[in-house]
């Protein structure tokens, strides 16, 4: 399987690459790591480093670009090496940029993960503390569907660093209804998105710091690719 990893900018995408693929090696699986983020030397060890063909700095450098216009041209020029970045495992994490919507929504962007294998999915880590309150949850829940529509890809939301923080969805939800005005009104009809999502089958919560939460998120990427699965 291949689970390619998107999610905003410090909701922990690195440090859940390293702690999955190391929990997923104690469970006797042949996982791997791919960093397809060329502006960052990755922290775990990886099977392939898209930065072995292009880093930002030297794009920033060579075409006198800012940070993001660097980033964007660093994409393209990946997605011409993108066959250099595939391996086979039983498991094979792909890291994504920290700007997120550099990444899904440039052509580059969408050229990469269009020549990553099947079977493949996305997780989009979220940090816990970001989705505590109605108004932010509704933008994460916002976000992961674009994120499923720019992919095409079964997403699971995963609420990461809840050994800091725990979403209560029930709670939130209780909270909308209480809500007035224009902004009860725009929250309302956002809530629509929610079934767009793995959410109203499970909340994921884990931890990529002490690998809390990872069986039972193994246990729901098996069921995107299993008809009698709960999530399929």
């Known amino acids: 399987m291949n689970i390619i990893v998107i999610g905003p900018a410090a909701s922990g995408k690195s440090a859940f690459v390293k702690s999955f693929k190391e929990f997923l090696i104690g469970k006797?699986?042949?996982?791997?790591?791919?960093?397809l983020d060329p502006a960052t030397p990755p922290i775990y060890k990886f099977e392939a480093d898209i930065r072995k063909f292009v880093k930002t700095e030297d794009v920033?450098?060579?075409?006198?670009?800012?940070i993001n216009g660097a980033l964007i041209k660093a994409v393209e020029i990946a997605s011409d090496y993108i066959e250099k970045l595939i391996v086979q495992g039983d498991f094979v994490l792909f890291d994504t940029p920290g700007q997120m919507e550099l990444f899904i929504y440039s052509r580059a962007g969408e050229t990469v993960i269009n020549h990553i294998?099947?079977?493949?999915?996305?997780?989009?880590p979220v940090d816990s503390k970001i989705a505590l309150n109605p108004e932010?949850?509704?933008?994460?829940?916002?976000?992961?569907?674009?994120?499923?529509?720019?992919?095409?890809l079964p997403t699971l939301t995963v609420f990461?660093?809840?050994d800091l923080a725990k979403p209560n969805l029930g709670e939130i939800m209780e909270e909308l209804k209480s809500k007035s005005g224009v902004l009860a009104?725009?929250?309302e009809k956002s809530l629509f998105f929610f079934e767009y999502t793995s959410l109203p089958y499970r909340q994921i919560n884990i931890s990529a710091l002490n690998k809390m939460g990872f069986e039972d998120l193994l246990n729901a990427i098996n069921e995107l690719f299993c008809s009698c699965g709960d999530i399929s």
């Open 117 to 124: 294998p099947d079977f493949k999915c996305c997780i989009f």
């Open 160 to 162: 990461n660093k809840s």
């Open 60 to 66: 920033m450098q060579k075409y006198k670009l800012g």
């Open 185 to 187: 009104e725009l929250l």
């Open 28 to 35: 006797g699986y042949n996982a791997k790591a791919v960093n």
């Open 136 to 152: 932010n949850f509704v933008s994460v829940l916002i976000q992961n569907v674009v994120v499923s529509l720019r992919t095409s």
